[in-house]
């Protein structure tokens, strides 16, 4: 074993990492005040897990929990004396039963959340897909090559961060450079990433699925895949007037104003069962209707 983060202490001085860190693989009967006493020394923290307020729990249920550091250098203090075993880092932690269990630290680097994989191609914001269902630990790289694999063309990806903690939120965004991409992206509506183990971030394989759900009993990782719906776009037909109704179908793909909507979708070939999208403030497609 050795010691030392991702990144090498030259960095100091600038942001490398979340204030959130996840740390897995807890003794069952730690508590809050004894994961909080192991990481006090490297800064002011919160020690928090999921719905921690309602179930009011002493111990994180699932053997896991978050620290959230008030300030950036306590992560990257944290990282500098962790114990490092390839590709994962450790730290000690104690409970009533369990004295010093390594336990997994899991940061997140900042630089991870974008990735160009083809600087010669512009980002098209009407070419870009909204990807949900992401597991948190995968990177911007992977979530590139992974798309990449499957449908090609790929410019560029990004993981959706929260603005204060600068944390994955589980989605990201994939831009394509050509048209014939996006719409099959768009069509699949569901990528399946085979062999994704989330708690060690190994980059994933892919196959297409077209069944929904989140996960399988192998450990593949299903994400959704649907057209990024932007803001303050004009009508794609008539070009004069705003365009609030996206048509996320793969036949359509365009932005329609409300007195355009109802004639683009009239007549025979099934266009008058497509149903109009909005973004809501949280970047999602509400439908309407």
């Known amino acids: 074993m050795a010691t030392g983060g991702i990144t090498p202490s030259s960095g100091a001085g600038r942001e490398l990492y979340s204030r959130k860190v996840f740390v897995g693989g807890l003794p069952p009967d730690v508590d809050e005040e004894e994961i ?7 800064g002011s923290l919160t020690v928090d897990w999921p719905h921690k ?14 620290i959230l550091f008030h300030d950036e250098p306590s992560v990257q203090r944290l990282m500098d004396v962790c114990i490092a075993e390839g590709d994962k880092f450790y730290w ?3 409970s009533p039963t369990v004295k010093d269990k390594p336990v997994q630290v899991r940061p997140w680097l900042l630089s991870d ?22 597991p948190r630990p995968l990177r911007a790289r992977d979530l590139a090559v992974a798309m990449e694999r499957l449908f090609g063309g790929v410019c560029y990806a990004g993981i959706d ?16 450079a050509s048209q014939r991409s996006y719409v099959a992206a768009v069509s699949a509506r569901f990528v399946q990433l085979a062999g994704f183990e989330a708690a060690c971030g190994a980059t994933p394989t892919t196959t297409n699925s077209s069944s929904s759900g989140s996960s399988t009993n192998n450990g593949n990782k299903r994400v959704e895949v649907k057209p990024f719906v932007l803001d303050d776009q004009s009508c794609d037909r008539c070009h004069l007037r705003s365009a609030p109704l996206f048509c996320a179908s793969p036949a359509c793909l365009r932005y329609f104003c409300d007195q355009c909507w109802p004639e683009a979708h009239a007549g025979p070939g099934g266009r008058q069962y497509h149903r109009p999208t909005v973004r809501d403030a949280g970047s999602r497609m509400t439908f309407l209707g």
């Not at 909080?36 to 490297?42: G, I, L």
């Not at 307020?53 to 978050?66: D, H, L, N, T, V």
Request: hydrophobic share 35%; proline share 10%; glycine share 8%.
């Open 161 to 176: 961060t929260d603005p204060d903690l600068r944390y994955p939120k589980g989605a990201g965004r994939v831009a394509f």
């Open 92 to 94: 000690c932690v104690s």
């Open 113 to 134: 959340s974008d990735f160009v994989l083809d600087s010669r191609q512009p980002l098209d914001p009407r070419k870009t897909v909204f990807v949900g269902g992401v």
């Open 53 to 66: 307020q309602e179930s009011q729990a002493y111990f994180p249920p699932k053997g896991y929990c978050f």
């Open 36 to 42: 909080a006493c192991a990481f006090r020394r490297f």
